[in-house]
Structures are given as structure tokens and as C-alpha cells.
């Protein structure tokens, strides 16, 4: 169904494809080049950069989880003139539009890394609120602390801006509505959920961490009632949904929940080019439908 418009918008954002490769699960990208064929995605996130480089936690960092995959790394990152100075100069040789991903433990931090990397040249920031791998309190759980970090980069950058936020929240309506009046582009629904697991031949927990990110399939119905709901709320608040897609049908319903376009994760770690057949599946999903745009399914499913 090659005549089924799939192309997307989030705000001011036009995609070719629906399709986004999140942030932490493509590296920086041009590490994935000879892995996978970017001209399936709309864009790609890179790994999320901080201010000053971050050694992340201690082995053992990552561990399946039932049919799911928990991950504690703690955004291990060289620091954003390290990232400006080696990754950046490479990014226009990858087929794909790269997003940079901005992340820290102060409202100036992030300030920080967002004008290094508009200045080095990215075009469009996503601001990482919600890794559940950092000590301390997560800005993407209260709505004003959302505030003041969506405000700030606003304030410093004129590139459009999408928040990541995190399913942990108590009232994902509240935040996503914080961040769009502080200046938010769109968000992204969602982040990890938090999550354990214990060894029982060891007694000791798999991560070194002990707590960290679960994602994968199980995380869809969750992220899925979070765009279902900020979409009902703000039906005019542009959404990247995000969590456990892996066919062309997920595409499809996080659609239909409200979401203009899809991020894809966990699926790389297993099947590194899943981008090309989730597109496909999308089209021949689309043209058994009946349907000419995707665009034209968003927020369908939602009901009153």
C-alpha cells in the first residue's frame, strides 16, 4: 500500500514516517547506521546528554524480565561538549532526521545542554523529565518543577521542543498541561515504568540499582491510558506515544488513543531493523482499513 499517506506532524514537526526511534535505544544513532535503514523513521532520538559527563550506574545494569526488559544504566553520557565535539559532526551523514535528547539534576543544567546543542546545530530538542534510573526526585512527577524546566529551555532555544514524561506520575494530565503552557512543542507518552526483580538463586536484586525502568509489551496498556488521557483532556496537545510497540497494529491503536506519532524501543534490542516491517504492517493495516492518512485516525479511539 505504497499510496497510504503515513507522514506525521508533531507541532510545527513534519515526519515522513510516523515512526520515531526513541532516546537510549539506538545509541547515539550513528552507531546504529550499519544496523538498521533510518529511512523507515521520521526521526531518532539520541541517548540523552547531561551537562557534565555521568558514569552511570555499576554492573549489572540491564535484565530481562518476563516477556519485558528492566534497565538501571543512569544515562551514562560523556557530558555535552564531549557529545558537541565527537557525535554531532556526524550526525548529518545519517538518513534520518536526530533529535537530541537533554537531560540534568537542575533546572540550569538542562538550560546548559539545550544551548550547546542548538548552538552545535540540533533542530529539534526532546527534554528527557523522566529516566527512572536517577537518585532523587523526578521533575516529570510534579507539575511545577515541569514548569520551571520546560520554561527555562524555552526561554533559551527558538527549536521546537517535545517533553518526555513518565507514567509514574500521579496525574499525567496535570504535567503533560504544565508543559505544554510552559512552552512544550508536544509531549512523549511515556517513559519506563519503574520496576524490580529479584535473583532467587543469588537473593539479590537483578539490577545494581535495584530499581529501574521496565519496558518492552507490558508497557503499552499503561503508556497507551496515558495518552488516552492527556488526549482527552488536551486533544489539541500534539502526542509522540511510546511504549511496547512492536507491529504495524500497535501503530495503529496508539493512533487511534491520540497519538500523532509512534516511538519505537525496546523492539531494536531483538529485532534491530523491526522499523521497515512495522511500516509496512502500518500501510497494508491502514489500506484493509480503508483509510488513505493515518494522520486522519488520531484520537478516533478515544470516545467520549
Known sequence: MRGVDVTARLGP????????AASGTVGSVIEFVGVTDFSHYGAAVAKSVSDVPWQGREAPRVAAAGIGMLNGIGIQNPGVESWVRTVMPALD????????????????????????METAGVRVLEVNLSCPNLEGHLFALDPAASTEVISAIREAVTVPIGAKLSPNAADIVAVAGACRDAGADWVVLTNTVWGAAIDIERRRPVLSGVVGGYSGIPLKPIALRCVLEVHRAMPDLPILGLGGVVSGADVIEYTLAGASAVGIGTVHFAEPRAAGRILRETRRLLGRMGESRLSDLVGQGVGS
Open 13 to 20: 514537526v513534519v515526519l515522513r514516517s510516523p515512526l520515531v
Open 93 to 116: 551523514t545519517v538518513d534520518v532526521p536526530v533529535w537530541g535528547s537533554v537531560v540534568g539534576k537542575s533546572v540550569a543544567a538542562f538550560v546548559t545542554v539545550a544551548r550547546a
